[in-house]
Nanobody, 121 residues
């Protein structure tokens, strides 16, 4: 019903920047909260940042001041601008969104396939 295409991951040196993108497509009536999570090996998946349809944002303490989440509602896309990257930011990054496929269905929780971000020291 709904698919995500994530892009922008890769290998970067500490102090560098990356921009992640995640575009949703398919049966979409409305998109509510969009978010980015990350999961490092051996760790649980954790929230990095979230943004509501109205633009209200929340960030994990570890990324405040370095990462910026944004969205383009016309393109059903969420972005994560990551600056001043640290080795501890290394993880697989997943986009997430609550999406209503039509006006009669409740919103469902969808996940992207994940994109690897590796920060070298």
């Amino acid at each position: 019903q709904v698919q995500f295409v994530e892009s922008g991951g890769g290998l970067v040196q500490a102090g560098g920047s990356l921009r992640l993108s995640c575009a949703a497509s398919g049966r979409i009536f409305s998109i509510y909260v969009m978010a980015w999570y990350h999961q490092a090996p051996g760790n649980e998946r954790e929230l990095v940042a979230r943004i509501t349809s109205g633009g209200t944002t929340n960030y994990a303490d570890s990324v405040k001041g370095r990462f910026t989440i944004s969205r383009d509602n016309g393109k059903n896309t969420v972005y994560l601008q990551m600056n001043s990257l640290k080795p501890e930011d290394t993880a697989v990054y997943y986009c997430n969104a609550f999406i209503r496929s039509d006006m009669f269905d409740p919103p469902k929780n969808y996940w992207g396939q994940g994109t690897q971000v590796t920060v070298s020291s």
